[in-house]
């Protein structure tokens, strides 16, 4: 070893991997445990001193300071401003890797006295919030396969409610038991819930033995499956709204507390289901039952767990440090605070080679994965006229469309003081007439390790076309649930006025909040992949889709996570109690 | 629960590459030293069941994987410790001089409540290295460091011989025991997706 190491420039060795990833989010983090998994090198890179990137969760001060460094990103819109400088040395061409940025119209307000806030570090704040996993989602499967799941605790979500208008929220059965329990919900609407989840559950219970026409009976017709699952809802011959209900939320066009847990705190549509003017994800029935079925199947996976929905202690940055942990426990190789400055591609055959570090150091490797803030240089835009043809449409230029609003508040008093964590889904048109998107809110108290105690802290998010739009959406819902107003300047704002919030109870006034907008779209050449960035969904399934073809399309001859050591433990993670 | 949390008590090894960290390890869980040097792979961590006052506790002793390398271990790694073993190499003087860093690497990391009283143990190991003619730390020096920082106990040990394994552990153990459980955080209500993973765990670690 190196008498003077340079702490901050270490020199890495080996030079050579198969994988070399830079950027510790989630698919990254999974990426490089399962590669490692399979027997591969890799080199896993973050510019970060933490683990997690877009993923992580942060201490207050971090996760104000990371937001706030992203307003030094300059924004690159015209394509030729894309490509970095390029150099030819030896036989590699450089190619200096720009950023984007992906978090903007960043506003942090603090309502309260620096020392409420202070122990900063006990925090945990989430970037990609509200997110939580569902008890039978493919992630806890992954956990469960790769061993991650050793590395992380989790706790229930207590409930989930959808707000239906004016104040008042209904709370989303989790089980038939549950349907009858519940005293929010009418006669009318237990009766529909109790018949469709029993529909449901035949439907399942046919899909698990087909083939066997006796069993027919309980499906579902395949031309309802492919039909839009609003429509198949009101031929469920759910009464057409409701007279009481109507006047508590005249905007709704779905007015009926049932349809509305099932669409949207459910199947978490984002969009209008009834209105298709709006609607940019009209969701099949198909993928209705398939949600509904992943959430029967959720509620008493673990014994203890409460219901569907679970979150980890400590923050969804647990998640990536867990995959990087396996990946580290397989050999793969870690090195934090380095960032990656440019691509090395090959003169000859144009390929992409390896990557050089902020060191100074070129490393190689025979595949690449880079954090979506990377600004993957196309072809098209190099002064290299034949580098790289067979992908000269450009993939920088995607049109970037939808966008998430994100928000995090934190209080001392519960939305709903007899809950500590709860989901609450604010349906669309549900606040106002112009509500596009679904708002789900997402509250987390200490017990969970992610504030001091005492505190609350909830993540908000919605799609969003702009960012007006999207921060009009926030606050629509910061309003029904908190008192400070922090569309205002915080320094302006008189005594906050007691008012009624959510089921008539006093409105928790926000200590603090922040509100960015993150960017969804990616990049993604042939020869670099360019890893996902958190998406608008409440879990991580999606991104696991993505990120296991990702995977497959580096190394179609590999299993991913095939060999794994806790392989005995698959079946009967019953979550055994003591 | 609150049980189970009392009867496992979780260990982390911490200090420079090559110190000999698995070694230790590996000599107290198996008995068994290896000369190959190998950055650390494929073990996440190794239990032993150790007796104490009649009653019986699991040690999780949990290894840096390789990612102390380039000083990369997550925070995730540090949470929730009951006893932090600082260890260097007796024949090099950075991996003594780093021990400092790693101490308060651990304490803002895991930010213990009570970062005064944590249970830290240092560990000098590789005594037999040339018959101890290589050594450049000596052990008043390393004493004299540990009563510093508030009397941490020290040990002088040899994983290829074995010799002073077991006590340090001994000791390990005892003062892992004595560390109060952070707090709330581990109420009844965790859910342990893995199902009591982390006892069966120890099974396949030990291949």
Redesign the interface.
């Known amino acids: 070893m190196a008498e003077e190491e340079d702490i901050s420039h270490p020199s890495i060795d080996p030079t050579f991997y198969d994988l070399i990833v830079v950027g510790t989010g989630l698919p990254e983090s999974i990426i490089a445990a399962a590669s490692s998994a399979a027997g591969k090198s890799v080199l896993h890179l973050d510019s970060n001193s933490f683990y997690g990137s877009h993923f992580s969760s942060l201490p207050l001060d971090d996760f104000a300071s990371f937001l706030q460094s992203q307003r030094n990103v300059s924004r690159t819109e015209s394509p030729s401003s894309i490509a970095g400088a390029v150099a030819v040395s030896g036989d590699c061409i450089s190619v200096d890797l720009k950023l984007r940025r992906l978090y903007s119209d960043i506003e942090i307000c603090s309502h309260a006295s620096p020392e409420v806030l202070a122990p900063s570090r006990k925090f945990s704040l989430d970037l990609s919030g509200p997110r939580v996993l569902f008890c039978a989602d493919s992630t806890v499967d992954l956990m469960l396969k790769s061993g991650a799941s050793h590395h992380i605790e989790f706790k229930s979500v207590d409930a989930s409610f959808v707000y239906s208008g004016d104040g008042r929220l209904s709370s989303v059965p989790d089980s038939r038991a549950s349907i009858f329990k519940d005293r929010s919900l009418g006669l009318t609407e237990k009766n529909q819930l109790m018949r469709f989840f029993k529909l449901v559950q035949e439907h399942i219970g046919s899909a698990a033995s087909f083939g066997d026409e006796k069993e027919k009976n309980g499906r579902i017709s395949e031309e309802d499956l492919e039909s839009p699952f609003v429509e198949f809802l009101k031929k469920q011959r759910l009464p057409q709204k409701i007279k009481s209900y109507r006047s508590h939320c005249p905007y709704l066009f779905v007015n009926q507390v049932s349809n509305l847990i099932i669409l949207y705190a459910i199947a978490m549509a984002d969009y209008d289901q009834d209105n298709l003017e709006d609607c940019k994800n009209l969701l099949k029935t198909k993928d209705g039952i398939e949600s509904l079925a992943l959430y029967h199947s959720s509620v008493g996976r673990f014994p203890n767990a409460l219901g569907a929905l679970i979150y980890p202690i400590y923050g969804q940055g647990e998640i990536p440090q867990a995959f990087c942990r396996c990946a580290a426990v397989k050999g793969a190789l870690y090195v934090l605070r380095m960032p990656v400055t440019a691509l090395l591609i090959d003169k000859g055959s144009r390929h992409y080679k390896g990557v050089r570090l902020a060191s100074g150091q070129d490393l190689f490797s025979h595949q690449l994965i880079v954090d979506p803030s990377f600004i993957v240089p196309s072809p098209s835009v190099l002064p290299l006229p034949d580098l790289l043809q067979e992908s000269s449409e450009s993939s920088s230029l995607r049109e970037v469309k939808v966008k998430v609003a994100r928000g995090v508040c934190i209080t001392r008093h519960s939305i709903k003081p007899d809950l500590s964590n709860l989901l609450v889904v604010f349906p669309p048109r549900s606040l106002y007439s112009e509500q596009v998107t679904s708002i789900r809110a997402l509250q987390l108290d200490s017990n969970l390790a992610v504030c001091p105690s005492g505190l609350f802290v909830l993540y908000l998010s919605a799609l969003c076309d702009d960012t007006n739009q999207g921060k009009k959406l926030l606050h629509a819902a910061m309003d029904a649930l908190f008192t400070v107003s922090i569309s205002e300047n915080p320094e302006n704002s008189a005594a906050p006025v007691q008012s009624e919030g959510i089921e008539g109870e006093v409105k928790p006034s926000l200590l603090w909040s922040a509100m960015y907008i993150q960017e969804l779209a990616t990049d993604s050449s042939e020869a670099i992949n360019s890893a996902p960035m958190p998406d608008g969904n409440l879990n991580y399934m999606n991104l696991l889709d993505a990120t296991v073809k990702m995977f497959h399309n580096m190394y179609p001859e590999e299993g991913f996570f095939v060999e794994t050591m806790a392989s005995e433990n698959i079946e009967d993670d019953g979550g055994l109690s003591d | 629960?609150a049980?189970?949390r009392r009867m496992l008590l979780k260990v982390i090894i911490l200090g420079d590459?090559?110190v000999g960290k698995t070694s230790l390890m590996n000599q107290y869980v198996n008995r068994k030293f290896s000369n190959q040097y190998k950055a650390t792979?494929?073990?996440?961590f190794l239990t032993k069941e150790v007796q104490f006052e009649d009653r019986l506790f699991t040690l999780q002793i949990w290894d840096t994987?390789?990612?102390e390398?380039?000083?990369?271990l997550?925070?995730?790694?540090y949470?929730g410790a009951d006893c932090c073993v600082l260890v260097y190499d007796v024949n090099v003087m950075?991996s003594f001089d780093n021990l400092n860093n790693w101490r308060e690497e651990f304490l803002?990391q895991a930010?213990p409540s009570d970062p005064e009283n944590f249970p830290f143990v240092v560990l000098g190991n590789k005594i037999d290295v040339d018959g101890g003619n290589s050594r450049v730390v000596s052990e008043k020096k390393a004493k004299a460091w540990c009563t510093s920082k508030g009397n941490i106990p020290y040990f002088e040990t040899s994983a290829k011989e074995g010799f002073n394994v077991e006590a340090a552990f001994q000791c390990i153990a005892k003062n892992a025991l004595k560390n109060e459980p952070e707090e709330?955080?581990y109420?009844?209500?965790?859910?342990?997706?893995?199902?009591?993973?982390?006892q069966?765990?120890s099974s396949?670690?030990e291949c």
């Open positions: 629960m049980s189970r590459s090559g792979i494929g073990a996440d994987a390789g990612q390398r380039f000083q990369s997550g925070v995730a790694f949470r950075k803002i930010s709330e955080i109420l009844p209500d965790t859910i342990d997706v893995a199902g009591g993973g982390r069966q765990r396949g670690c």
